[in-house]
């Protein structure tokens, strides 16, 4: 769940349907001579090649616990042809996802089982 927007507070309490359900991913990239981490969002249904749903640049984790993850980075905006760089937060409760044929490392909470959508399972 996003925490800010144009880097301005949201309000703590929140609609469910703020909540986004995904994958979050960690990487680094050169920018100019430095090296930037990158984490990109992508939602639970996109394709593996599809681009990031959301993006923060030179992220930080600034708290784990029972809340969850709470990480803090910079979010790029484009408006009109203007570029701009605001603050941004995002909250992340994790779960362990088993997909179809892959496992995704270490559990790091509830475990789930894979269930696709529309299926006898889901009902």
């Known amino acids: 769940m ?3 927007q144009g880097g301005t507070l949201l309000p703590q309490h929140r609609a469910p349907e703020d909540w986004r359900e995904g994958f979050v991913e960690s990487r680094s990239e050169w920018a100019g001579e430095r090296l930037v981490r990158v984490l990109e969002f992508r939602r639970i249904h996109a394709a593996v090649v599809a681009p990031p749903d959301e993006v ?9 616990g029972r809340e969850g993850v709470l990480v803090r980075g ?7 042809g203007t570029v701009a760089a605001v603050l941004q937060e995002w909250r992340l409760d994790l779960q362990r996802v088993v997909p179809p044929g892959g496992h995704y490392g270490a559990p790091t909470g509830e475990v789930r089982p894979w269930v696709s959508p529309g299926s006898e399972q889901d009902r």
């Open 2 to 4: 996003k925490l800010r």
């Open 56 to 64: 923060l640049y030179d992220f930080a984790v600034t708290r784990f």
């Open 74 to 80: 910079i979010e790029r905006l484009e408006h009109r």
